[in-house]
Each structure stands twice: as structure tokens, then as C-alpha cells.
């Protein structure tokens, strides 16, 4: 989402209750019927028809070479449309999508579970409190929910949450060193580590290129080498005991990346690899059959808060660590952008999103990816 625009006004101004800052404790999570309704404004809830010029803003165009191309199909749509959640993480072969925009209000504290055995939805304890653009990760049985913009976007957020899966319960852990959305977690060697992102204040947010590394041992956060150049909205993924963040955007999605860069442990340094095809943020980004799969994400610029030249990418694009190389498969069925992806099986899931440039549409839409 725009920048200059996360402060919003109306009935959108009706943010999610905030919930007590202690163990949320809950019987097992309960299914929960899929929308009816693909899209709904953010404004005040209430569905929405795209517009011959809203889907004109869908690309799927990839510069880079053909590779193997795929399949999508529908699966069970999210119980109500949402974008801005957590980059969705998978553990114990079900997906976690947390926090966001939905139902006119941008700090919800949702947390729906995908269980891809019965393709169907379930309602797990939410968050103790509303946000949007938390930073998630699993590991093991427990998932991670890490910063995010609260109070209407004006601010962004240290609170750090752990939930136990067996339990269906989240709990506070040590909060983060400094404030932040729109980062990116990713668990390697067991220890947490959160890259990049945006800092306060709302009126003048920018990027930033913080890494951070949390000790689930410890519960003790310390630093590492930052991320060369400060971005947000990133894809995120550690493979081979390497971490590899690819694309995002600087300040606004006026200004995407195709960056590409490799975390080294040992040596707590970065290094650049080839860089995405198509330069883009808010994308989703997953490892899948030992390749890294890009997809989704938004891009253009406001104008009054009218779109121009306004960009909803489709585009499936894998790279190989081994070769250092990007291709190009069938692109989304529906782009979208602000989406939670991740892998179980041989799938990987894209739930939500928003259908436009920015947060005005959000979206149930809920699709899988195969190479077969």
C-alpha cells in the first residue's frame, strides 16, 4: 500500500479492537465457512465488482526465459476478503495467516488456518493485538508474529508474539529492539531473524535496512549486518543455510527494487545474486522444489489517490541458487498483491490480497500453484 496513504478516513477509521497484552488461550480452532464474495472495499466492507479498469491493471508479462510452466487451481476461498496480513508461513502441513485489512478496518487480528487435507478454513486464536503487515515465521510447532502498523497506520510496532500450535495460543516474547512493519522474518538454525522493513513516524516513514536476530532460547534479541539498501515489502527465504531477500520497494511502490541479495552467516555478510525479472514489492516469495518462486506484488504511482500507470503483477518467476538464474512459469489466475503464500506438499498456496494498486480491494481469492 502507498506510503502517504496508510492513514485512513471514514469507516475504514473503525480499527479492530486491541486485545489484552497476555496468553490468549483457546479451544481447538473451528472451521470457518469460505466468503461468498471474491473482493469487498476496504471503505466499508461491502462487496465489490471489478471494473473493466481495475483489471486492466493486472500484468503477467515476464522478461525472463521459459521454464516449466505449471498449473493453478482454485482452492477454498478466505472466510473474508483480507490483504496486508502476514507473509503467510506453513507449519505442520497447514498455512497461518495473521493480522491485515479486511472488514473496513486495517488492524485486525485474524488469524485464519488453512488445512489443505480438507481444503477448508478454520478460525485459530487471534492476535492479542490488531495489526497489519506483521512480520511471520514457524518453526517447529510454534509460529512467530513480529511487529506490523497499528493505531490506523500511524505507527508501527514492537509487540512480538509466539503462538504454540498444540495449545492454539499466543504469547508475549521480547519485543522488538526498534519499530517496524513490512519486514520480513525467516527462521535459520533456529534462531529468528527479521530483515528490512519501515519505520515511523506515518507522515515520514521510510525504509529501513535493520537486521535483527531473535534467540527463542535466550528470549533476547541482538544485531547483525544490515541489509544493503534499507527496503520493505521483500520477499524473504533462508535455503542451504543461506538467506536470500529479493525485490521490495524503497520508501513507496513508486520506487520497486529487482535487488537481490544473499545473507552469509558465518561471515555476517551480504552478497548480491542475479536479480529479479520483474522489479516489484509486496510480492510473495517461497522455496519449492529448491527453487525460490516469486509472485504477486504491486507498482505504480497515486495521484490525488488516483491510480497511474498502476501495476497488479502476476508474474511466476523461480530462480535456481545453484545456477544463479531466474525463469518464468504460468503466471497467477488472479494477480494480487499484499497475498500470504506458502508451500505444503507439492503446492504452493496464494490466499488474499489486494486486487488493486494500494489497499482499497481486498480479496478471498485462493489459489494453488503445481508444477505437477
Given amino acids: 500500500m502507498q506510503r502517504r496513504d496508510f492513514v485512513l478516513a471514514g469507516a475504514a477509521a473503525l480499527s479492530g ?11 481447538a480452532p473451528q472451521p470457518v465457512p469460505s466468503s461468498a464474495e471474491p473482493y469487498a472495499r476496504l471503505q466499508d466492507g461491502v462487496p465489490h465488482h ?12 515476464s522478461p525472463a526465459p521459459r521454464g516449466p510452466q505449471g498449473r493453478w487451481a482454485a482452492r477454498a476461498a478466505l472466510p473474508i476478503p483480507r490483504s496486508e496480513m502476514a507473509w503467510a508461513t506453513a507449519a505442520q ?46 518453526d517447529g510447532g510454534r509460529v512467530y508474529a513480529l511487529g506490523g502498523f497499528v493505531e490506523q497506520n500511524r505507527r508501527s510496532d514492537t509487540n512480538a508474539y509466539v503462538y504454540e500450535i498444540a495449545a492454539n495460543r499466543w504469547s508475549p516474547i521480547a519485543p522488538l529492539p526498534r519499530p517496524r512493519g513490512a519486514a520480513a522474518a525467516v527462521v535459520l538454525d533456529g534462531q529468528l531473524h527479521l530483515i528490512g522493513g519501515a519505520s515511523e513516524p506515518a507522515a515520514e516513514r521510510a525504509s529501513v535496512g535493520w537486521h535483527e536476530v531473535y534467540d527463542p532460547k535466550a528470549d533476547r534479541w541482538s544485531a547483525r549486518k544490515p541489509l544493503p539498501g534499507a527496503r520493505d515489502h521483500v520477499g524473504c527465504v533462508a535455503h542451504g543455510g543461506l538467506i536470500h531477500v529479493v525485490g521490495g520497494r ?5 520506487y520497486n527494487t529487482d535487488l ?15 536479480p529479479l525479472p520483474t522489479a516489484r514489492s509486496g510480492h510473495g516469495l517461497v522455496v ?7 509472485m504477486g506484488g504491486e507498482g505504480g504511482f497515486l495521484v490525488g489517490g488516483v ?10 518467476e523461480s530462480y535456481d541458487p545453484v545456477a544463479d538464474s531466474w525463469q518464468r512459469h504460468a503466471p497467477m489466475t488472479t494477480p494480487r498483491h499484499a497475498v500470504g503464500a506458502a508451500v505444503i506438499g507439492d503446492w504452493i498456496y496464494v490466499a488474499g490480497g489486494g486486487a488493486v494498486l494500494g489497499g482499497s480491494v481486498q480479496s478471498a481469492v485462493h489459489e494453488a500453484f503445481t508444477l505437477g
Fill in 17 to 27: 479492537a486491541a486485545r489484552a497484552q497476555h496468553p490468549a488461550s483457546h479451544a
Fill in 50 to 61: 471489478m471494473t473493466p479498469e481495475q483489471e486492466a491493471q493486472r500484468v503477467t508479462d
Fill in 93 to 138: 502441513g497447514r498455512m497461518h495467516v495473521v493480522g491485515g485489512y479486511g472488514e473496513g478496518a486495517v488492524n485486525r487480528d485474524y488469524h485464519h488456518i488453512y488445512d489443505p487435507q480438507a481444503d477448508r478454513w478454520l478460525d485459530g486464536a487471534p492476535l492479542p493485538r490488531g495489526a497489519n503487515h506483521v512480520a511471520v515465521a514457524a
Fill in 250 to 254: 524503497f520508501n513507496t511502490f513508486e
Fill in 260 to 274: 537481490h541479495h544473499v545473507y552469509l552467516p558465518a561471515r555476517d555478510t551480504w552478497e548480491p545474486r542475479s
Fill in 288 to 294: 519449492y522444489r529448491d527453487r525460490f518462486f516469486a
Fill in 307 to 316: 491510480p497511474r500507470q498502476a501495476k497488479v503483477f502476476g508474474q511466476m
